[in-house]
C-alpha cells in the first residue's frame, strides 16, 4: 500500500479492473498536496484552480475595452498574497486570462511598448 493511500472497500470494476488502482492514485495525490502544486489543476481539472474560501480579491481598478470583436477586461486586484493584473480576452463567449505580479508590471510595459515601437516602425506608423 502506498503511504497516505486510504483503501477503499469497492472490488475492481469487471469491465475495467484497473477503476480501483486509478481511484486510489487520484486519493493518494489529493492526500500528499500534489493537488495544490502550480499547474496541476490546469492539466488535469483538479481542485488547485478554485478560489481559496474566505479569500476576497480587492478591486482597485477595472477598465474594459473592445478590440475589433474582442473584449480585454484589465482588473488591478490585492488579496493578501499581494497586488496583481489581471487580464481577460473574450472572443465568441471563450475567455482565457493571465495574471501579472504587481512586481512584474514594469517589465510587462516596457515589453508592450517595445512591441508597439516594432510595430511602428514595420508599419510606417499607426492606422487611420
Same mark, same amino acid.
Given at each position: 500500500?502506498?503511504? @497516505?493511500?486510504?483503501?477503499?472497500?469497492?472490488?475492481?470494476?469487471r469491465s475495467n479492473p484497473s477503476l480501483t488502482t486509478r481511484r486510489a492514485r /487520484? %486519493?493518494? &495525490?489529493c /492526500?500528499? @498536496?500534489?493537488?495544490g502544486r502550480p499547474g496541476w489543476a490546469s492539466r488535469r481539472g483538479g481542485i488547485a484552480g478554485r478560489k481559496l474560501e474566505g479569500v476576497v480579491d480587492t478591486v482597485l481598478l477595472s477598465e474594459r475595452i473592445q478590440i475589433e470583436? +474582442?473584449?480585454?477586461f484589465f482588473?488591478? +486586484? %490585492?488579496?493578501?498574497? @499581494?497586488?496583481?493584473?489581471? &487580464?481577460? %480576452?473574450e472572443v465568441g463567449g471563450r475567455r482565457d486570462t493571465i495574471i501579472i505580479p504587481s512586481t512584474g508590471l514594469d517589465l510587462f510595459l516596457t515589453t508592450i511598448e517595445r512591441a508597439i %515601437?516594432?510595430? &511602428? @516602425?514595420n508599419n510606417g506608423g499607426p492606422p487611420a
Open positions: 500500500m502506498i503511504r @497516505g493511500l486510504r483503501s477503499t472497500s469497492r472490488p475492481r470494476s /487520484v %486519493e493518494y &495525490i /492526500v500528499c @498536496g500534489w493537488a470583436r +474582442k473584449q480585454f482588473d488591478l +486586484k %490585492e488579496n493578501p498574497r @499581494g497586488r496583481f493584473l489581471r &487580464i481577460t %480576452e %515601437e516594432a510595430d &511602428i @516602425g
